[in-house]
């Protein structure tokens, strides 16, 4: 059974940054695809970011393109996000997901997901 462990969320300023990690604990870490998604009050969860086992592709949604990084540390079996000129929008619970094969974004593909860390940007 693949863990995935979440940390880093806060309340931040509109403008500033902050880091999220993801501690998955499993042999084959590099087998796995990993993602960010959100998910807002009253709205669906939703696809933010994604990176593939090797880290050599990334996808992002429109809406944190040019702000958001990920990346991913084969050798600690985590996966960062890195979140600058964060918005009062980014607001939401954001989780860790981990799924075998390649990257997409549709959210129900996924097979293992974290407990989710709040991320809360005031204005």
């Known amino acids: 059974q693949v863990q995935l462990v979440e940390s880093g969320g806060g309340l931040v300023q509109a403008g500033g940054s902050l880091r999220l990690s993801c501690a998955v604990s499993?042999?084959?870490?590099?087998?796995?695809?990993m993602g960010w998604f959100r998910q807002a009050p009253g709205k669906e969860r939703e696809f933010v970011t994604t990176i593939s086992g090797s880290g050599g592709t990334t996808n992002y949604a429109d809406s944190v393109k040019g702000r958001f990084t990920i990346s991913r540390d084969n050798a600690k079996n985590t996966v960062y996000l890195q979140m600058n000129s964060l918005k009062p929008e980014d607001t939401a619970v954001y989780y860790c997901a981990a799924r075998l094969g390649g990257v997409i974004t549709a959210t129900h593909r996924w097979h293992y997901w974290g407990q989710g860390t709040q991320v809360t940007v005031s204005s």
């Open positions: 499993t042999r084959t870490f590099t087998s796995y695809a």
